[in-house]
T-cell receptor, first 112, second 113 residues
Framework: GQQVMQIPQYQHVQEGEDFTTYCNSS?????IQWYKQRPGGHPVFLIQ?????EVKKQKRLTFQFGEAKKNSSLHITATQTTDVGTYFC????????????FGSGTRLSIRP | KAGVTQTPRYLIKTRGQQVTLSCSPI?????VSWYQQTPGQGLQFLFE???????NKGNFPGRFSGRQFSNSRSEMNVSTLELGDSALYLC????????????FGPGTRLTVL
């Protein structure tokens, strides 16, 4: 079945450093979503990527969808303490009989 | 526009009991999905309801069930609770389903003793 791997599991950075999390699927994806969950909170939708090679930016966040639509990344430039949380990718069902799959998440912590 | 609401927020039960969790989606959203979140297993999909019908189901035992009402509100039931059912149960609503942006509720923290 479809598998979604997300790395790294944890990342601890100095405030101001960059951060990147990667998501890899065993199958080609129709699209991919990214969510952020603050400590003690619930996942919040960040973005959805649909096109091969797509790059989208939200202020200091850059999202990329691979050319083969099997991988994606989220890059944060110059992290701030407000970026703390766990970042999840989510792959949609590949058939009507399958289900959405969330990556295991990358937990970002920041040294002020 | 009000967000997704879940009740109760916290629940403590003992093994063998059953529990019902409630979720009210964003007005106009017809799809409601349920997830179990644990530190070890991450976010696991339980099931999705759309227009009162279960449209999709994850790999959970039959002790986990749900339903959706005509007003799109949804309930999730877990019978014969086990210690391993302790988790944060999240409900998410979307306009039409999993291909759309999902809006998560605050979750119900279930502790089974």
């Amino acid at each position: 079945g479809q598998q979604v791997m997300q790395i790294p599991q944890y990342q601890h950075v100095q405030e101001g450093e960059d951060f990147t999390t990667y998501c890899n699927s065993s199958t080609t994806l129709s699209n991919i979503q990214w969510y952020k969950q603050r400590p003690g909170g619930h996942p919040v939708f960040l973005i959805q990527l649909v096109k091969s090679g797509e790059v989208k930016k939200q202020k200091r966040l850059t999202f990329q969808f691979g050319e083969a639509k099997k991988n994606s990344s989220l890059h944060i430039t110059a992290t701030q303490t407000t970026d703390v949380g766990t970042y999840f990718c989510a792959a949609p069902p590949y058939s009507s009989a399958s289900k959405i799959i969330f990556g295991s998440g990358t937990r970002l912590s920041i040294r002020p | 526009k009000a967000g997704v609401t879940q009740t109760p927020r916290y629940l403590i039960k003992t093994r063998g009991q059953q529990v019902t969790l409630s979720c009210s989606p964003i007005s106009g959203h017809r799809s409601v999905s349920w997830y179990q979140q644990t530190p070890g297993q991450g976010l696991q999909f339980l099931f999705e309801y759309f227009s009162e019908t279960q449209r999709n189901k994850g790999n959970f035992p039959g002790r986990f069930s749900g339903r959706q009402f005509s007003n799109s509100r949804s309930e999730m039931n877990v019978s014969t609770l086990e210690l391993g059912d302790s988790a944060l149960y999240l409900c998410a609503s979307s306009l039409t389903g999993e291909y759309n942006e999902q809006f998560f509720g605050p979750g119900t923290r279930l502790t089974v003793l």
